[in-house]
């Protein structure tokens, strides 16, 4: 069975600088490498919000305005993980991060909308203090 699991959550200060991981285990690294992934994150009583995506095959990289030359998002295809580098941290960082892909092939929607994704992590907290 396919399962991702984020790590690297903290409680951090404002400036700080976190890096999460997404490893995804159940599958071949062939298959791992055709997903799309992405990182979202949801504060409480906001909407789940498209902080990051990679494309498979082209590498090509979104980010959202809020964290745009703040994060950087990354894989390692031999780990079969996905990373999210976020530098100088504001307390609006604060939220669970979750990874997810999209493991169809299928896009019919904008990076950042959830619904492209079928495959979710069960997140990890960050916490940024001011």
């Known amino acids: 069975q396919v399962s991702m699991v984020e790590t690297g959550g903290d409680s951090v200060q404002a400036g700080g600088s976190l890096r999460l991981s997404c490893t995804t285990s159940?599958?071949?690294?062939?298959?791992?490498?055709?997903?799309?992934m992405a990182w979202f994150r949801e504060a409480p009583g906001k909407d789940r919000e498209g902080v990051a995506s990679?494309?498979?095959?082209?590498?090509?990289?979104n980010y959202a305005g809020s964290v745009k030359g703040r994060a950087t998002v990354s894989q390692d295809m031999a780990k079969n993980t996905l990373y999210l580098q976020m530098d100088s941290l504001k307390p609006e960082d604060t939220a669970v991060y979750y990874c997810?892909?999209?493991?169809?092939?299928?896009?019919?929607?904008?990076?950042?909308?959830?619904?492209?994704?079928?495959?979710w992590g069960r997140g990890t907290q960050v916490t940024v203090s001011s």
């Open positions: 997810a892909a999209n493991t169809k092939g299928v896009y019919g929607l904008p990076w950042f909308t959830a619904t492209n994704y079928d495959l």
């Open positions: 159940g599958i071949s690294g062939d298959t791992y490498r055709r997903y799309s």
């Open positions: 990679i494309s498979p095959l082209t590498k090509i990289t």
